[in-house]
């Protein structure tokens, strides 16, 4: 295999994968920092020391919170060096806090696998309604008028798939089907 290829190849997925989530990770570490500016810093550090342990990256798991585990390192360090700043948590706090951003951020990343999983199963019917409502920002009136029914009707129908996609979400995760 050609080096240059495959190094390409693993740019082009890093740059993928990190695209997606780094709102996620910056959240991850503003919410651990209370400088955005300081955030900002430690966010370019984390992102290349990202890209350099990448070929580490197990691919079977989720991208997240690997990156947010570097992100975590970081924050600890930039507190670690940074003795002559004022801060507002002690580092223990910190590490703790991560921990528990960390379990969110886990959760909150399966929860969204199980959804696009149950939205699949949904009748063609049923992911317009959603589609047109949260995807296209359009009020359920205008559903409603263009499709001949009644607005109650609309929000009882809306109402009813919600409770379809929360019942199939949560059997995903306490059966562990989620992907």
């Known amino acids: ?14 740059i993928c994968l990190y ?12 919410s ?21 342990k990448f070929e580490q990256y197990d691919r079977t798991k989720a991208f997240l ?7 975590r390192f970081e924050v600890l360090n930039f507190l670690r060096s940074s003795p002559g700043r004022k801060l507002q948590f002690d580092y223990e706090l910190v590490s703790r806090l991560a921990t528990l951003r960390e379990a969110e951020s886990a959760d909150s ?4 696998e199980a959804l696009s999983k149950c939205s699949e199963s949904l009748k063609t019917d049923e992911r317009e309604l959603l589609e047109w409502v949260y995807k296209r920002d359009r009020r359920v ?3 409603a008028i263009a499709t001949g029914y009644a607005p ?11 409770r379809k996609l929360e019942r ?12």
């Open 168 to 179: 199939c979400i949560e059997f995903r995760l306490v059966s562990g089907t989620h992907p």
């Open 141 to 143: 009136l205008d559903f």
């Open 19 to 30: 695209s997606q989530h780094r709102g996620q990770v910056f959240a991850f570490i503003h």
């Open 109 to 112: 990343t399966g929860r969204l």
């Open 65 to 71: 919170p690997w990156a947010n585990g570097l992100a």
């Open 152 to 162: 109650q009707t609309v929000y009882n129908r809306l109402a009813a798939i919600k």
């Open 32 to 52: 651990l920092l209370s400088n955005r500016a300081d955030a900002e810093d430690v966010l370019q550090k984390a992102s290349l020391i990202m890209w350099r």
């Open 1 to 14: 295999m050609d080096p240059e290829l495959s190094t390409r190849d693993a740019y082009e997925e890093f």
